[in-house]
């Protein structure tokens, strides 16, 4: 497949995504705001990421068009095999997203529904069972624990872009960043499924973006954030899988989201306070309170995010010192980053109440 071709497919990914947001924003499910975690103070059009799933899918199908002699090959059958699966996984994730738009869901039982289809992926499509952290140094975990890690690993991205979005571009272009990240890693290390499905969702969301950034027209939604969080966790999977990837490139990818996420729910846990409960404590909504604004905020996260996409190229020439290098020093500078912003919040008084 060209680059002419792939070109062609982003622009019917983001244009398709575009009408689609228009659509619903004529007449779309209304997100009202509420004091517990969210940043707007009007009803706004939601699940717009609907719209993307719809615009990524069209794009999708005209790409298994264009490249119909290269799915006759012995390989790339298996790999889109994968793609479709996780495809499938991530649509019964934005159903259930969708839903919880709409009736307002119970913590548990979404939290359940979700964990089961994590499950049936990392079961069914594929797993992680080792993790190489040097040459020579390896972990087994053997096929138990490498589902149930794997299907972890699924459970916390979905949450993690999810929790994320809750401010004006923040997590839907971060996600976006990410995808074309791993898209090009996906393409170099010779994995064109999950590499075209990437690029195609990183499309989709600029298309959703130039409605919802900077001025909020149109949310993703849980419906949106459930799908894009799953995708970008399988496709990682499958990345990791067909192009040789390694494993700790998937979590530096998309780093900045993880890290926010991952160090409010110790903040939290650390403060004995409710994990299951809606709140406004993570660093992004410490620096709504302490006066920045949406747009500001969500270019310092893209701005991370291409950090993260830049560090992980040192993995082209020392494939996975180069990559758990570049993983421990990123986590090192998040958590110092992260740090000194809670000490910053408690000493103003922008912590949460």
């Known amino acids: 497949m060209s680059l002419l071709v792939l070109f062609v497919l982003a622009v019917c990914a983001a244009a398709a995504t575009w009408l689609g947001c228009r659509g619903l924003i004529a007449a779309g499910v209304a997100d009202a705001p509420d004091h517990k975690r969210k940043a707007h103070r009007d009803p706004v059009p939601t699940s717009g990421g609907l719209a993307v799933m719809l615009g990524a899918s069209v794009a999708m199908l005209l790409a298994i068009w ?69 040459p020579g140094v390896t972990l087994h975990f053997g096929p138990v624990f490498g589902v149930l890690g794997t299907a972890a690993w699924l459970f916390v991205m979905t949450n993690g872009v999810n929790f994320m979005d809750g401010a004006n571009g923040i997590s839907m272009g971060s996600s976006a960043i990410g995808l074309f990240a791993l898209s090009l890693y996906a393409w170099w290390g ?53 192009a040789q990837m390694p494993v700790l490139l998937a979590p530096l990818l998309f780093l900045p989201l993880l890290a926010d996420v991952i160090l409010t ?40 995010m291409s950090q993260c996409a830049l560090a992980a190229a040192v993995s082209l020439v020392f494939p996975f010192e180069g990559s758990t290098s570049a993983f421990f020093v990123s986590v090192l500078l998040f958590s110092y980053l992260a740090f000194h912003g809670r000490k910053f919040a408690s000493a103003h008084g922008y912590d949460a109440p």
């Not at 991530?90 to 939290?111: E, I, N, Q, S, T």
Request: glycine share 8%; with cysteine.
């Open 265 to 304: 729910v110790v903040w939290r846990a650390r403060r004995k306070r409710n994990l299951l409960q809606a709140h406004r404590d993570h660093l992004y909504q410490v620096a709504i309170r302490a006066g920045s604004t949406h747009k500001r905020i969500a270019i310092a996260y893209w701005l991370a």
């Open 190 to 242: 010779g994995a064109p499924a999950p590499a075209v499905a990437a690029l195609l969702l990183a499309a989709a969301l600029v298309g959703f973006l130039v409605w919802n950034f900077p001025n909020g027209k149109i949310f993703a939604g849980d419906a949106g954030s459930l799908f894009i969080g799953f995708m970008a966790g399988a496709l990682s999977l499958i990345a990791i899988r067909d």
């Open 66 to 134: 264009a490249a119909r002699d290269f799915w006759s090959g012995d390989a790339a059958p298996a790999s889109a095999l994968r793609v479709a699966a996780a495809w499938a996984c991530g649509l019964l994730m934005m159903v259930l997203g969708f839903v919880d738009d709409v009736y307002d869901m119970r913590a548990k039982p979404k939290f359940g529904l979700m964990a089961v289809l994590c499950l049936v992926f990392a079961i069914y499509a594929t797993h992680v069972s080792e993790l190489q952290l040097w």
